[in-house]
């Protein structure tokens, strides 16, 4: 049996759009952010924001790893390189993210770099075993979903006393992250703010829901933990519109296969014996945020990148034509940037939303440029449910 085939059920997705319509039948606009880019490639994959009311508008939130990491982590990384003794490993799509002068980890490996491409952090930890004369460095990034592999790399190097291997840590926060987007679009917005937000399904089953509990309630926003698939993201959506028409403003789990409210003990463990919060990180469109990222704890200092080469961070302006920060922010559509499918494609992309596979702006290129083929069509003579 497909599992995942059931939520793509054509009949029941026809059902939940006529439900939607039916709620959304109001004389008003609805504004809601998907926070996770999973979620925004998932809605533009399946053509769903076609098939919602007019009234309805989805705003695409930050929530992409590689997105709202600032130019000045690639250009921290890329000073290790100066070292030949230096093996940088990290994720694919980080290996093009342009630092200062437009420096990406991959044009310094076309200049002599040793800069690999691995799977994850144990990948780069097997290599830093097989490597003893180099150090290897693993270039961590990644909301909490990612978190625990990298845990669990310390933990190893520690229970080995594998010298040669570090961790430049760039691990960021979901909650904190969604405060600051809250505030951030409120003023952008002169204080009309989001209406509704999806949380990401993926973290909450790491952290739980009850993070994304005390968000709602501190900002009074109807909120629905989400997964990945048609129906999951149709039925959030048609959660979120029955709490607004009926005044309601509370954290719904609309992934309940995979998500409780207190997450994966064990992970968290991992994650609170290897981290501890920094006092303020940088994000690409929202600044500097108070405890919203995590840094290696003293422990685990000898396997800390950051401390081991005393790597100090300095801020890089980003190309000002790119228009990533707005649309990380939801303040602007990614065809309204003036680089969009034109100096700036997947092939030669000027911005992390671009070369992102979880950014907004390839999302918009794989599957808006062209009017989306839709997968589920709507007969307003069907039953609602």
């Excluded at 994304?212 to 109807?222: D, K, M, N, R």
Aim: with cysteine; glycine share 8%.
């Amino acid at each position: 049996m497909n599992y995942a085939h059931a939520f793509a059920d054509p009949a029941l997705g026809r059902r939940l759009l006529l439900a939607i319509a039916r709620e959304a039948d109001k004389p008003r606009d609805y504004f809601l952010m998907e926070f996770c880019g999973g979620h925004t490639h998932a809605l533009c994959k399946y053509g769903l924001p076609s098939l919602l009311p007019p009234n309805i508008h989805l705003v695409h939130g930050p929530g992409c790893p590689v997105c709202v990491l600032p130019a000045g982590r690639i250009s921290q990384a890329l000073e290790l390189l100066s070292s030949s003794k230096v093996v940088l490993c990290s994720f694919g799509d980080m290996l093009r993210v342009p630092g200062s002068h437009g420096q990406s980890l991959l044009s310094a490996r076309a200049q002599g770099a040793d800069v690999r491409m691995v799977l994850g952090p144990m990948q780069a930890l097997q290599l830093a075993q097989t490597l003893p004369e180099h150090e290897v460095v693993f270039f961590a990034i990644g909301f909490e979903t990612t978190t625990p592999p990298t845990a669990q790399a310390l933990r190893l190097a520690k229970q080995k006393g594998l010298k040669n291997f570090s961790i430049l840590c760039n691990h960021v926060l979901t909650p904190p992250a969604m405060r600051g987007v809250l505030r951030a679009f409120g003023a952008a917005q002169g204080g009309l703010g989001l209406d509704a937000m999806l949380a990401p399904g993926h973290v909450s089953t790491v952290i739980g829901y009850k993070p994304f509990e005390e968000v709602a309630q501190a900002f009074g926003i109807p909120t629905c933990v989400s997964g990945f698939e048609p129906l999951d993201l149709l039925e959030a959506i048609y959660r979120l519109l029955c709490q607004l028409n009926r005044n309601e403003a509370r954290l719904e789990n609309g992934f309940a296969r995979a998500t409780t409210r207190e997450g994966n003990p064990t992970a968290q463990q991992y994650m609170r014996e290897t981290f501890v919060l920094r006092p303020n990180f940088e994000w690409r469109g929202l600044g500097n945020l108070p405890e919203s990222a995590l840094g290696i704890a003293p422990a685990y200092a000898a396997w800390d990148a950051q401390a081991k080469w005393q790597l100090p961070y300095k801020p890089v302006a980003d190309n000002p034509r790119c228009c990533c920060a707005q649309v990380l922010l939801g303040q602007k559509k990614p065809p309204e940037c003036t680089l969009f499918a034109k100096a700036c494609t997947p092939a030669s992309p000027m911005g992390a939303c671009m070369l992102s596979p979880e950014g907004a702006c390839s999302a918009y290129y794989a599957y808006v440029q062209e009017e989306p083929m839709a997968v589920l069509r709507v007969k307003k003579t069907e039953e609602t449910p």
